[in-house]
């Protein structure tokens, strides 16, 4: 059984389906017009520091960390209905300072990293002020196996020299990044090749570091946070930017990338919610062949359909999240695979049905259904692709039978 969600969670829940209503939902034409409008791409809306400063007024600031001294500690399931809720909109979950990579990054620098990283990086991405990106994978190898990754980060003295090429550097276009997170090789001839990678903490400002370009998810630059394709060329950063040692990469990124999975999957959920209520309001505004679109059986089928996906899957979803709460990370891997699967071809579905009952304004910018698709289409590579989780579920499941 699923517990209840506690009190507190209850009452952020009606707090932030307010604000959503009050300064999400009416902004979100005016954020794209004010992007659309500057005359530097790669910039800030001013709407979005005004609807941060108001989410931080109402208390609605930094609610994601389930282990943290800085912020009030918040478990993963509870943290599931305010990450459905705002996943509704692709800008909400910036307002109140929750957003990929940096909610990532954060858990990152709050489990792993010294005091003096923390006071230098945490402190200023707690606060806001700076924006972060995370460099995993690289375009010269299949890093969906990550073991495969090649960028060097080799000691002399005091100091690493990072040389290498990333792309999907999420976050590395936003005039605020102002520190990465990297994973590289500094022992790549270790036997165990899970021994081989580690995680190193890399200002944006350091010599060497060059964005190549800014890459394209289905013809959307995702400005102005954007995924960079990224060369580092004899980066130097200090010895105690490491983290947690060498040789400790792998063992960083499961801590990283478990939670960074299920805040997708919960995002997602509100991603396919919008698109199924998008479309039974469109369906029941359209005449065609002398009635409603609302009507017609195939409509209510997919109305169907939608509504029970969507059902099963956010149960999926607060399942993994009270394994994860409860048993820990590692012992709810499996359900963490089977939500990263499931949820994300859901939403593909859902949305690619709304786009089908809207018509050609379905594929348009005007509905922003053909942008959820393109971002829930990526969330199948994004943190492991779908195959990589098949295969573990598929491994976890064959152990009970030994």
């Known amino acids: 059984m699923i517990p209840e969600f506690s009190d507190r969670s209850k009452d952020l829940q009606e707090r932030l ?196 370009k800014m890459l394209h998810v289905f013809g959307y630059d995702d400005a102005p946070h954007g995924h960079g394709q990224v060369l580092f060329e004899n980066v130097r950063v200090p010895a105690d930017h490491i983290l947690l040692g060498e040789g400790r990469g792998f063992e960083i990124a499961q801590g990283r990338l478990g939670p960074g999975r299920i805040h997708h999957c919960m995002r997602q959920i509100g991603v396919a919610e919008r698109a199924l209520e998008s479309m039974c309001k469109r369906a029941k505004s359209r005449f065609a062949f002398g009635k409603l679109v609302s009507e017609q059986s195939v409509t209510t089928e997919r109305i169907a359909e939608a509504r029970i996906a969507i059902d099963q899957s956010r149960l999926l979803v607060l399942y993994a999240a009270h394994k994860m709460d409860t048993v820990g990370n590692k012992e709810a891997r499996k359900e963490i695979a089977m939500i990263k699967v499931a949820v994300p071809n859901m939403t593909c579905r859902v949305v690619d049905m709304a786009m089908q009952v809207h018509g050609g304004g379905g594929v348009s910018q005007v509905f922003n259904l053909a942008h959820a698709y393109a971002h829930s289409r990526t969330l199948r590579f994004a943190d492991g692709p779908d195959e990589v989780h098949r295969a573990q579920i598929g491994r976890l499941e064959l152990r009970r039978w030994n």
């Open 17 to 212: 389906l307010k604000f959503m209503d009050d300064v999400v939902y009416p902004n979100e034409d005016l954020y794209h017009e004010q992007l659309d409008q500057s005359a530097e791409r790669w910039s800030v809306p001013p709407v979005l520091e005004e609807m941060k400063a108001k989410a931080r007024e109402k208390g609605l600031w930094n609610l994601f960390l389930p282990e943290s001294e800085e912020v009030e500690p918040m478990s993963n399931l509870d943290y599931s209905p305010l990450c459905e809720i705002m996943g509704r909109s692709p800008i909400a979950a910036e307002t109140t300072n929750c957003s990929a990579p940096d909610t990532g990054n954060m858990e990152v620098f709050t489990r792993y990293a010294n005091a003096e990283l923390k006071e230098r990086w945490l402190t200023q991405l707690l606060d806001g002020k700076i924006r972060s990106a995370f460099a995993m994978t690289e375009p010269a190898v299949a890093s969906s196996d990550a073991t495969n990754i090649e960028t060097a980060i080799v000691r002399e003295g005091d100091e690493y020299v990072i040389n290498g090429r990333k792309w999907w550097t999420s976050g590395i276009g936003d005039p605020r990044c102002e520190v990465l997170i990297l994973m590289g090789k500094t022992d790549p001839d270790n036997a165990d090749r899970y021994r081989q990678q580690s995680m190193i903490v890399v200002p944006r400002n350091t010599p060497g570091i060059t964005v190549e």
